[in-house]
Structure formats: C-alpha cells, structure tokens
C-alpha cells in the first residue's frame, strides 16, 4: 500500500465530470484546485530515541532483516487510513512514527519482544494492515523510551482445516484476500469483507471486532471467533475452539476488540462455511428511509435477514444517481417507473443473499414477499451488481478527493430499532451543524439485528484552513449526538483514539475499571498500544 | 419448592412397574427398598456464627422482614439441585447453611448488603431459584465471619418492554413461569425452556449462562442479554442495551456466566420474540447415533437447526421404550414399521419448531427433507408431544429414584462437530468404568452449533454405602474424560463448586488470572460467592 494513501502507485481513480461540478456547487471546492502529497523524503521524522540496547536485543531476536528503521519503513507505520491520518501524511507529518519496526515470525517471537520492550518500557504498537481508521495503530509514546511498531505480518500461516467442524486456524497476518483465496483452494469461504478487506488482516480484525459488509449473513468477526491464540507481556492465554460453553465469564470476549491495549491476536481459529455457489444482489426502492428501516426491521425480525442489506438514505441515494455514469435507454425506463410509483425521490437498497442456488432462491422470495409488504419496489439485479463491482472502492475514491481539497470521512454507530430514527436525525443535524452550509451529510443503513440496526454516516465538505480543526470538531459534534443520543460510539471501526474520550460514556467509570483490571495484569509496564482504548482515570 | 427435593410437597411421581423391574435387574436395586428424608427438625444445622453487629446493620437496611435465620429459611438456602445436594439435605445434613438469609428489594439494598457484608468479610452468596445442579449457591465461607445468602426474589419488577426491538427489562428474581406469563399478556416470549425452568429465575440464567431447551432456536441466555444491570462491592456497572458494539471487550460477556464470584446481576434486558402461533415437535428414527448426528451436523450447517433438537443415543432411546406404558395398537403399528425399516434399535429424536404457522411449515418441511437425506424416519407428532409433556418432568422422577436407593444424575459438554463421536464414546466409557456393570450409561445431543454440538449424558446406578464418595468418583472420572478428551467442561450448568478443579484445563493458569483480576478490582474483599469458578492460585 502507498504509504500516503490507500492502493498502489498508479492506481487512480477519476471523478467523472458530473461529481467535480457537485463539488464545486455543493461543497464550494474550486474546480481546478490539486493538493497533491508531499514526498516521502519531504515526510519529516523525529530522531529515533530507542534504546540502543533493545534495539541490539530485538536484531539478536529476529535477525537484522526483520528489524527496520529506515525511513520508508518508519513512515508507512507511523499512522492509520483515516482522514485525519491521510491528511497529516500528505502534508508531510512524520511525528507519530514508531523508532523502530520489528517482525517477528512466531507467536513465540512475540512474546520474546513484547518481554524486551516491557522490560525498557518502550511502546509497543502491534500492527496488522495498518488500516485503521480511528488512529488505532498510531504510535503515543509519551512517557515511554519510545515506540515499537509490531508489524504481525509474518504470522500469515494457514493451519488445520476442520471441514466437518467447519473452522480454520489462521495466522494473524494473513491479509483479507489470502484467505479467501486459500480457502476457495479447499471449496470454503469465511465471508468477512470490511470495506478494508484487500489490506486487512485476520488479527486486525479479530482486535478490533470487525464487521464486514455481509456481516448480517455471514456473522460478525466476534461471531465467528472459535478458538485464540493470545500473547501479553505477562502470559499467554490459549482458548481452545468449543461451539459454545458456560464455564464461566467468556474471556475470548474480552480479547476480541482489545485493539493491542491487553496484548497481541498471534492466531485465531475462525468458523468458515462453504463457499457460495452464487451470489444474488438486488436493489430496492422506498418511498423515505423510514419507510425502508421499517422494512427492513420486519426482515430481521422474521429471521428473513439477508446476507447484505443495505439502505441509503435520500441523501446518499441522490448523491449515487448524480455520479452514475449518463443514463442510457434502460436507466431511463427505471427512472420513468420509479416516478410513476411514486418513489422519485427515493431511497435505494442493496439487498444480496449468498449460498446455494437453492438456498438463494429461497431466501430472496421470501425476503421480497416481505420487502414488498414493506413499500419496497424491486430493481433488479443491475443495482446490486453496481454496489458488488464498486464496494471496495471508497478508500481508493477518497485519495482522489483530498487531492481536489475535499474533507471526506465516515462513522458509525448502532442502536434499538425504536431509538433508529432519533439517532438518525441527532448524528446528521450535528454533522451539519459542524460543517456548514456547503457540506453533504448521507447515511445508510448497513446491518441489521433483530433488537436494531447500525447507522453508517459519510460526510463531505470542502477542506477549511486548519483540515484537522475543522476534522475534529464534525467529530466531536457527531460522537457527543451519538451518545447523548443513546447509540455505542462504534459499531465496527473501533475505539482506538479517536473514540477514547467517549469509552467513559459506553462502558461507565466502573466498566473502564474492569478493563484497567485487566490490562494491569496481562500488561503490568503498561506498555502495550498506550492511548488507546481506555482513558486514563479522570 | 420443598425443603428436600424439587416441586410442591404432595406432587409425587409413581414409577410405572416396567421401571421399578428395571431398576432391580439392571441397577440391583432391592424392589421394596424407600430411603425418606428427615424431617426439617432433623437437619443439623451449624450454630450462627454472623457478628451481631453485621445482622442489626442488615436489619436495619433491609427490615426485619427481609432478614431471616429461621430453620426453614437456612436449610432452603444451604445447597442447590444436585444429587449430591439431595443425598445431603434428605441424611439431614445442614452443614453449609448460611447464617443469614436477607432479601433485598433493590439494586440500592443489594450494594448496601455487599458493602455491608465487604466491611465484615462476611461471605455473599447470590441466591435466584436455587436450582443450581453444581454447588452454585452452597455456602464456603471457611475463614470468613460468616455467610449471607442474598436472596434476589424480591427483584422481580418487570420493567419497560419495547415492542418495537423487542427487548424487555427484567427484575433478576423473576421466575421462569412469571416471566412467560407477563410477556404472554403482550403476545411476545423469551422462549428460555431450561429443564429447571418452574423454580430457575432470570438472574440464575444470566448468572450461569444458561441454555435452555429451545436455545438452539431462541438462543442461549447470553445471546439474548441486551443489557445488564450488575452490583459488586466495589461498584455498579450498567451496560446500556444495544445490538451490536465494536468500543472494545464485550464486559457484558465477563458479566455474564461470572455466578456470583464479581457480583450480582439485579437485572438484565433480554432479547424477546413474538409468541409462537404454532409449536409442532415430532419425533424421528435414525440406524445408529453416528447417523443421527450427523443428519444434525447437515441441518446445523445448512442454517436449518430446529429450535429443540435432541437425538438420544441407543440406551436413552432404549429406556424410553422401556418405561412407556404398554403398548396399544398405535404403538404396535409403529414398532412393525421400525423393524420393517431397519431401525429396530434405534436412535430416537425429537425435532420440535415454534414459530408463525407459515416459519414452523417451511423450516419443518425443509429440515424434514434433510433429516430424510440423512436416514432419518419421521414418527410423527406422537413423540413430540409425549416430550413436551414430560419436558421439565425430570427432577420430580429424580426424587422418587432417591427414595428407592437409585444413584442418577446429569453432565454435559460440549466439542465440535469432529471430535463429538471421540468424546461420547471417552465420557460414557469413563462413567460405564466408575459405576460398574450395575449402571446405565445414556446420552443425548441437545444443542447443535455450526461448529459443534453438545452432548448431555444422564447415568444410573444403585447407591453404594458411601453415595457421596460413589458419586464423586463417577463425577471426577467423567470430567476428566472431558477436558482431555477436548470438551468444554459444562455447556450449560455452570461450574459452580464441583467443576472448579476443571476451571484451569478450561481456559489455562493465565486466564485464570484474568479473571481474578476482574475479581480482585470488582470484589477486593473477596466476599462474594467464595470457592466458585476461580480456583486458588497452584
């Protein structure tokens, strides 16, 4: 991955011509302006400052070839993949680059470092596809003899297969595509796709309760999560794989989204299903959101939950017919039928469904019995497999905006399907508020349980003067709606640090004791992801 | 409940004659023989021993009322549910009273009784129906002033229900019967059926991560808790409800199954589900158990899982047959289509769905073509209905079997799906060698899992001299064939005090640190529930 944005080198995207006047009539950002980023020698990076003694112990550790301070290794370890990181990165801020960047090739080795770094008190900061958006893998070294980035991109074995228990054990490095592919190699699938899914890792995952966008159907990550392999400073817990137990507390439940703040994710034996023999997705229209939420709320609650479901608002809807490529002879027969039923200003959903054809074909009949119930109006498959070539492609889509000056980011929360609509109008009035008259507030609906839904919200505006002030305070706005307004801080991107200063308002000052508990004794030198996670006592 | 066994004193179970002829030629048990309990004035119970100044500050707090050390309230309070407890209670051994039994009627007056109780290391112990079968509510209180059970029956207020997520706020007192009885009024269900589900309550499920009967539909107690509100002497935690998080740990998930050991559940939103319109539970025949296991390995995976399933192994489908009343003309038809068929000795199971008319018709036909892929023979709805009839039939039948001299009891596990033949052929060898020949060894599946199932094995045998010392052999014997042979300890009954020694094959000296860290920072006097769930450092 280039280290100031997201993809490789050369691959770029181009806005089409209808996007570019929607940022210059709507968001107020001049039409030829390029910020392009700085060059990575023109990144500026503080001295190194670790320990010449640990960083001697780490090379007898693993061998000089997995122990790296150069200037290229430092910098695309240094932050995340969110907004605020890119904009830093391209402007040339290096500040937050680790001293060093180890990789070691062992559950063993982890241990061996994280026992080197506690014993100096450097940082360590274990990083998987370094893409987190919610500065999660960014170094906070204050206090500390420096910072360590642990780059767990070594562990990236496949191990046993269980095809009758339908689980794999998986190295923590292993990248999204990785497994997928190794696993279509034996006819199975884990169907854990984040937006992120090309550059992140099954670690990364499992330490920050990803979710993926076919989470509805194929579970969330801390559903699929049967058995762990888990390192801290002071010992090493391996949960063997069981279906299900009531031998007390759950503790893989406490390691799963300990975001490298307890200790490190070295492997995890995750529940797989066989690969689908097709995959079916449709777009539907509502007449409003709420007409849709309502629909979809009876598809949860009639166990009808599709694999993918996913409803935009008015505001993203329109923003996704405006970008379409110029409609031809069918967009315009779709256009004339949805105005005759009524649904001109609608809202769109993707709604998908993978497995057999048989249980395709099933599962989508009666969820459209349901959905037509609900007001919906079916668009065909054409829809569904737009959303299908394009659902990786924000991160690439978004280098290109801030090169043309634009702020662009998303958050997201989760709430009771009685409390969706408050939420819903709390988060965008506060984003709005925030950012102004010229900015674009949108938000879909992206997984649906049957007590509620999540609210995934993107937000545009045109770059201000202080990019990072004016980030932060839509920021704020949005994560004081979201909780004054009864929803959780995040639904799957994490807490990292951009989430710190509300986990008191999630988990209450008695909730953050007993994760201080266990951070004191699986990390006692306090030295793992410091920032991160669990505020310090107020 | 009475004193000494299960249900209401006069509600006795008559043994047909088939069962009593069974008893003496397969167990050796004497036809004639009948050991009666005590009576309540025979139970030796301990001297009080509470510091005065600890029961006037309770009285204080909780009035009079709430405040008992009457014979009747200390022996009610001094074991569960396990035959190891009725062997002690019926021989009149009050050993492990408390010396207090108080019932607050708060989550205020819970932490007033804890702090209370902290200040005098007087030992807490959480007390819902009492059903535990594990040693959960018996008192340890060897080097504390004293034992308080605390009582939750008071705590029974059915808080808001919100229809339109379908959640509801439950007091942690409220019975099994009580609760179905109030959701029934608004046409909704928690569908939680564990077999001790008359005298089990609420808090008890959260508590021990209870499975019910109907969790493979309605799910496991800790898939249905939204919410939590949780008193430890250190502090209270309230977990607001939502569907899904990714701010960290899941604490809820340390919260539940923690059995009084890191404080109290006062009251949890549970996740409900309309009221079925239909139940339809029928009964079908496999060849052998391999077969029927793995006809429900298909349906599991094949997202088809009834929501009661339960195929008994060769024996409990053997005894089944043995003890029913005699056979008429149906039963005769059937027996000749079996035989017929090649299920002579067969594997019977019960396959029961709830649900709107139109879910249970379309699961069962779909399920029903599966179990038929699998060799499975329908039966029909006769079976399933004498199962539902007899469902929570068990304990009552399990005091009569006592008086006769009849040593029975249950365990369980549960392990994937590849390693479930291992482990049922390991746990009943090891029974079938503690017992002797004189036993009966039975099992049944009853859970399933896409990764897994569990297996429930109910044994009998005549009581030797020593019945607690025979007992405990047979009981250590089969928990070490579990932990080696890969199970998890308990599925569903908790650990308790007597799956304890098992705690540390569960989940390794370093998780046991984890949560003793969570018990050092939410119980630093260590009062609460003490000798439960987390052994003593080795």
């Not at 280039?2 to 107020?28: C, H, I, K, M």
């Not at 402007?91 to 026992?115: I, K, N």
């Not at 297969?161 to 990785?178: N, Q, V, Y």
């Not at 932060?472 to 991107?493: D, N």
């Amino acid at each position: 991955m280039r280290w100031w944005g997201w993809g490789e080198d050369g691959y770029d995207v181009n806005l089409p011509e209808t996007a570019s006047f929607l940022l210059e009539s709507q968001l107020g950002v001049p039409a030829g302006q390029r910020r392009t980023p700085v060059t990575l020698e023109e990144v500026r990076l503080p001295e190194p400052r670790l320990p010449v003694r640990l960083r001697e112990r780490l090379t007898g550790l693993l061998g000089a070839d997995n122990v790296r301070d150069d200037r290229e290794a430092r910098v695309s370890h240094a932050l995340g993949r969110s907004y605020p990181d890119l904009i830093r990165l391209r402007s040339g801020d290096g500040s937050s680059a680790p001293d060093l960047v180890v990789r070691p090739g062992s559950a063993e080795q982890v241990a061996a470092v994280l026992a080197a770094c506690a014993a100096e008190r450097a940082a360590v900061v274990p990083f998987g596809g370094g893409t987190s958006v919610v500065g999660g893998v960014e170094p906070v070294a204050e206090g500390f003899a420096g910072a360590v980035s642990l780059d767990l991109g070594r562990l990236n074995e496949l191990g046993e297969i269980d095809k009758t228990s339908l689980t794999a054990r998986l190295g923590a490095g292993m990248l999204g595509p990785e497994v997928e592919r190794r696993l279509a190699e034996e006819g199975l699938t884990l169907g854990h796709f984040p937006q992120s899914f090309e550059y992140s890792t099954v670690g990364g995952w499992v330490a920050t309760r990803s979710a993926g966008q076919a989470s509805s159907g194929y579970g969330r990550i801390d559903e699929l999560v049967e058995g762990l392999r888990f390192v801290a400073p002071a010992g090493e817990i391996s949960l063997r794989g069981r279906p299900a137990s009531a031998a007390g507390p759950e503790l893989r439940e406490l390691l799963v989204g300990s975001e490298g703040v307890l200790g490190v994710v070295c492997e995890a034996t995750l529940r797989i299903r066989a690969a689908p023999q097709q995959r079916r997705y449709e777009g539907w229209s509502f007449r409003t959101f709420a007409e849709g939420c309502e629909a979809l709320r009876v598809l949860a609650q009639a166990d009808a939950t599709p694999d993918v479901s996913r409803l935009s608002d008015e505001a993203e809807t329109g923003l996704s017919f405006a970008v379409a490529p110029p409609a031809g002879r069918a967009e315009r027969v779709v256009k004339r039928y949805l105005r005759m039923a009524g649904h001109e200003r609608s809202c769109m959903a993707i709604i998908g469904f993978e497995g057999t054809e048989e249980d395709v074909e099933r599962r989508r009949l009666r969820s459209a019995a349901l959905l037509r119930g609900g007001g919906g109006l079916s668009l065909g498959r054409r829809p569904g497999e737009a959303w299908q070539q394009g659902r990786f492609a924000g991160p690439y889509l978004r280098d290109e905006l801030l090169t043309r000056g634009v702020l662009v980011d998303t958050l997201e929360t989760a709430t009771s399907w009685s409390n969706l609509a408050a939420l819903y109008e709390g988060v965008g009035a506060a984003l709005r508020r925030a950012l102004g008259s010229t900015s674009l507030v949108m938000c879909h609906v992206s997984h649906l349980y049957r007590s509620g839904a999540s609210l995934y919200f993107t937000f545009f505006a045109g770059q201000g003067e202080d990019a990072l002030g004016q980030w932060r305070t839509a920021k704020e706005a949005a994560s004081q709606a979201i909780v004054e307004g009864g929803g959780t801080i995040t639904h799957h991107h994490g807490v990292g640090r951009d989430h710190l200063p509300w986990m008191r308002a999630e988990v209450g000052e008695f909730g953050l004791e007993l994760l201080r508990a266990a951070k004191e004794r699986l990390d006692p030198a306090g030295v793992m992801n410091p920032g991160k996670l669990i505020p310090d006592r107020s």
